[in-house]
Structures are given as C-alpha cells and as structure tokens.
C-alpha cells in the first residue's frame, strides 16, 4: 500500500480532509502533516515515512504576517529526496505572484500590466511609463486567499499601500475592469494531469472574488480557447494539479494567478468531483 503525505499549515481546511478520504477511498494510506502542530519539529535528523508529498503551502502570510518557516521546511524535506506531486519546482513559481506574471508574459499569455515595487516612488513610475487610470491594484506577491489584495484610487491611498512595499514583496497591477452587470465574476479553472477536471465563476461585488472571503460560485462553461490556455498555464508551470484564475473582459482573458494547491469547496459546490480525481493523480505517482 503506497503512503501520501499532505502537507498543511493548519488542519481546518474541507479541502485537506476531502481529499485525505479520497485517497483512502482508492486503497491508499494518507497522513496530514500540520507544520502548525506544537509537537513537530523540523530537526537536522528529521524524515517522513512516505511514498509521495502533497504540499499545501509554500511562502505565504500566516496570521496576518510573511513566514518563511513553511518554505524552509519544504526545502529542507527535498534535501532528503522525496517525491512531491506537485514538484517543487511548481510550488516555487506559484507561491510568487509575480514570478508567475513574468513567466506567463514571456510566453504571450495575457496578464494585466505588474511590476515588483520598492516603494512609492516605484509605483508612480509604473502607472507612468504604462500611462495607467486609477485605480490599480496593490498586492503582496505572497499573498493567499485575498487577504493581502487592495484597490488605490488615487495617489494619496497609493502612498498609504506601498509603505513598507520592500520589506513585504509587493506588486502593483492595472485594474482590468471584469464586472458584469454589477457583479464581478471571474474564472477558476481545474487542471489534473493535463486533462480539464472543471471550472467555475466566483460571484462578488468586490473585485476581490476570493471564496475564503464569502463569495458565491457558479458553472462555467470552457469553451476550447479556455481549455487551451488552462492547459498551457499547467505546462509552463509544471504542474500536476493546478488552478488557473483568469479576469474575463469583453475582449480578452487575463490569467491573473496559478495555484498550485486549489482549494476544492467550489468544484464540490457545482457537483465535480475534483477531489476524486485529485486523489486518482496523488495515487498514480505515488505508485511510480
């Protein structure tokens, strides 16, 4: 019987736990590895029992602040070799908004305008040289659920946002306009060992379509010019499992972020079954 471990900052997640069943369902055994449980240890001798990792985290705020200790223990767990679906490599690129940007550009996909700022100054030379209208969106690059995501409206809240922008990895974006009829509604798309699982629209009145933050999903239909820039997204990036978010505007789509540890709650909400076919993926490299 191979062995999955997932890796995860905290256990409350349904998507952690669904997916534990899941793979227990196929036959496998699963363990949930909390870096947050006051028992580990991430000592020089430290090893897992397992066939393949499923990491859940990488660089990202925890508790309101940026922590490196996830990222950290996740290199310190490839020194010894294991096997982690999706490969490293991916969790370094997606836990980077704006590495991911850079990598989507140079490939002619689509991306709202970004740049890595320092400082205040910074983001007024980019909404410069771009000849940009308020507002723009301020982020930090590590940022997860939308928690870390703001809207400027005008240069004296652009001051406000951008102190700090050093210390905290922050990136300033044109804001695409993706409201339709006085909602925004943007794209997820599912991408499982290059097949297409599924996709949904998150429903707001916030630009901010985050789920984490309350908001309602509904069915979208991929069309193939959807279906191809999902799959393209999952080949630049690596990765096995991998959510594609895209601002769909009357002219174009904008993939504006990968993540490479999609939450499931709004594919169960629509009935697909991206769990069930997570889990087969996990499975089938474990036994490789």
Known sequence: ????????????????????????????????????????????????ETDLIHSRCGIGDYFDRLTLYSWQFINALEVEGYKFINPIKTLYLTSDKFKCIKLLAKNKIKTPKTALIRDYEDAVKFIEKYNLDFPVVVKNSFSKCGLKVFMARNYDELKQLTKNAIWEGKIIQEFVDFKENGLYKDMRILVVDGEIVGGYRRVSRDFRTNLYLGNKVEKLDIDEELEELALKCADLSGAVILGVDILPTKDNYYVVELNSAPGTKGFRDIGIKADKKIAEALVKYAKL
């Open 1 to 48: 019987m191979v062995k999955i471990t997932i890796l995860s900052p905290e256990g409350k997640s349904c998507s952690v736990l669904n997916l534990k069943n899941e793979i227990e369902n196929l036959g496998a055994e699963c363990d949930i590895f909390l870096l947050s449980h006051p028992e580990n240890l991430m000592s020089y001798d430290f090893k897992l």
